[in-house]
């Protein structure tokens, strides 16, 4: 039987009082992120992307037919997302033109989503699967933070209605 006390008493730095602190057991499992290191180019793409506000009045989230199978959405000077609904997948590249998410390869049957990292290593998801919550990528730009693969996701449901919404 565990004896340690649920609380305990730490003294406030700020403070000549003393903060009661509270101990939490979790009572579910917990995973550690997977994480990869890409360019600076492909996170700050990446970042501004899922970041980007969704708000329909900013030119990003108003679509151009450019031929009659493909839609384009573009924040200038970001990032280019290619939507191809007639074959239900799409294609992100940076502001100079490299691919950054390819959403077209597919292996038995199923979307996988791949990311150029631009250094190594590339990374290949199934777009169905929960590894999506558990991925994650950053780089070594000032104020970076893990951006999972569930977050680009999240964003490409918002420009279209794909299978792994």
């Not at 970041?51 to 329909?56: G, H, Q």
């Not at 970001?78 to 799409?90: A, I, N, Q, R």
């Not at 940076?94 to 979307?111: A, F, I, M, P, T």
């Amino acid at each position: 039987m565990n004896t340690e006390p649920k609380t305990q008493t730490i003294p406030s730095e700020s403070q000549n009082q003393t903060t009661e602190q509270i101990k939490l057991e979790i009572l579910k499992p917990v995973r550690n992120l997977e994480i990869h290191n890409v360019s600076r180019q492909v996170y700050n793409t990446l970042r501004s992307f899922v970041e980007s506000s969704d708000k329909s009045t900013y030119p990003w989230n108003v679509g151009i037919w450019i031929n009659s199978d493909t839609v384009v959405f573009e924040k200038r000077n970001k990032w280019k997302l290619y939507v191809y609904p007639h074959y239900g997948y799409f294609k992100l590249y940076n502001w100079r033109g490299d691919l950054v998410v390819d959403g077209s390869r597919k292996e038995n049957d199923r979307l996988m989503i791949y990311i150029n990292t631009h250094n190594g290593g590339d990374i290949s998801v199934d777009a169905y699967s929960d590894d999506l919550y558990f991925i994650a990528i950053t780089s070594d730009v000032p104020f970076a933070r893990p951006i999972r693969l569930l977050e680009i996701i999240e964003k490409l449901c918002e420009y279209a209605r794909f299978p792994f919404c």
